[in-house]
């Protein structure tokens, strides 16, 4: 059974930084697609970052130079950078991982990311 558990969301002030991991279990990790997707407040959830098995990244354009989106194979955990953090950032994130980038996916349960004042 696949289980993903993120962590490390927590309250930041603008410009802070944070370091999100999702840690797997129940999967041949280095196998698998990686992503962190986030969902706002009446938002639909949408891609930040994925990192393939071979170690390949994307960003969504609003995090490009801010965020890093990494992997340890040996841990089965990913992980995501977030630096230079802005208030449109606050998001619940969520880790997903893939064995084919067209399938759905399995998905962890999420942590709050508030960036604040």
Partial sequence: QVQLVESGG???Q???SL???CAASGII???YQMGWYRQ???KQRELVAAITSGGNTNYADSVKGRFTISRDN???TMYLQMNSLKPE???VYYCNAKLRSWHEGSWGQGTQVTVSS
């Fill in 10 to 12: 927590e309250l930041v």
């Fill in 14 to 16: 603008p410009g802070g």
């Fill in 19 to 21: 370091r999100l991991s």
């Fill in 29 to 31: 990790f280095r196998l």
């Fill in 40 to 42: 706002a407040p009446g």
């Fill in 74 to 76: 040996a841990k089965t």
């Fill in 89 to 91: 950032d606050k998001a």
